[in-house]
C-alpha cells in the first residue's frame, strides 16, 4: 500500500516545466534575464537513453527511453539547441554553428607509441564519434578531409590523409619525424615539414592524391617553419613573424603579412578594426584569456574575459564566434566565443591536446521520434 500510494504521489505532481528549465539555464550561460530568452520551437520527443540524444566524452549514459522535447531557444537573435527529458535539460550549442565540428586527441595510455584518438564532437563538446584511431598530430581542411601524423616506432613517424565523411584514411609519407602540416582548401594538396631521418635537415613534402608523387622541397634558408599554409593556390611558409611564399625559383619573403587571422591572438574585423585574443594576469595573479576589439589607431575595447585560463591559439568559426583554447592547470579546455555581445561558453575540457574547427557538421541529437 505504501509503495502504491508512493506511485500516486508522483503520478499527481505537476510535469516539470521543461522549456522554463531550458531558458533559465541559457540565461544562466549568457548572462541574461529570462525574460531575454524566447522559446522558439519544442517538440515533444522520445529519447533513446538517458544522454538525451547530447553523450558526452566518456559518459556513461542509463539505457531507458526518456520522454521529453526538443527545444530551439533565441536569444540577442540567436538561436540555441536544448534537449530535455524527465526534470533535466541539456544545452547542445548555438544552432549557427551546426555546420562545424571540433576535432580533438583522446588519450590511449595502451598505445606504445603515445598516439590518442581522433574525436570529433560538436561545438558544445556533445555527441563524440572517432575520425582515426593512432594520432599524434592533425591539421583539418575542407569537406572534413584532415591530414594526420602517426607515429609508428622510436624512430618513424607516418602522414594519413583521413575523410571524416566516410570513415576512411588513406597512407601518404612516411619520415622520421614531421612539424607543421598544411591541406589546401578543396583538400587535394598537402604539404608536411619533415626530416627523413636522425639529424638531417627539415624539408617540406608537397603531394596531392593518395598513391600520387610527391615533391621534397627544401625550406627558406635559415628560417625553421612553425606553420604551413595553402593560400592564393600556392604554398606559404611561416617562420617567427616573417611569411615566404613558394615560387617557381624557390621561397620569397613577403614580410609580416598576416593574413585574415594568426592563431596566436590576432584577426582581421573590417578596414578600422582587429580582434587580439591575449593572455594576462588578474588582480589576484591568476592567469585569464582577454578578448579585445583593437581600433587602427590603436584604442582597445574588451570583448570577453575567461578568467583561469592560460590562452594558447585560436581561430574563427561563422557568424562571429571564435574559438579560443588555452589551459587550467593540468586540464586542457576549449571555448567558444562571441564577439559581438561578448558570450563565453566552454566546450570541451580534459586531456584533449591541441583543439580544432573541422568544417563538417557535427552530430546532433537524433530522437526516436516525436511524440504525439
Known sequence: MALLSVFALMAALP????????????????GLKVAEVRVVESKPVTWPDGSLGLPR???MATMALVPGALITLEAKGRRFRYAAGGSSVRYGGPVELDRFSLLYLEPNERDANLNGTLMRCSVAGTNPQTVLAGVSAFEPGDGGRVLAARRTSRSGFELWLADARIGQADKLHAAFSYGPLALDGRGTRWAAVFRSRVGADWSVAVGGAPGGGVETLAGPEGAPIDRLAFRDGGLSARSGRTWWRRTQTGWESVGQEPGEYDERGWMMLNRSFS?????????????????????FSGGS?????????????MEPLAAGWILVCGRRGEQDEAWIVQIDTGWSLPALRGRLGTVRALDLPAPQPRPLGERP
Open 57 to 59: 566524452p566518456g559518459e
Open 15 to 30: 510535469a516539470p516545466d521543461l522549456e522554463g528549465l531550458a531558458r533559465t539555464d541559457l540565461a544562466a550561460k549568457l
Open 301 to 313: 575595447t574588451p570583448v570577453a574575459h575567461i578568467a583561469g585560463l592560460e590562452f594558447r591559439r
Open 275 to 295: 580582434l587580439t585574443v591575449s593572455g594576462a594576469k588578474g588582480r589576484d595573479g591568476a592567469p585569464q584569456t582577454v578578448v579585445a576589439k583593437t581600433h
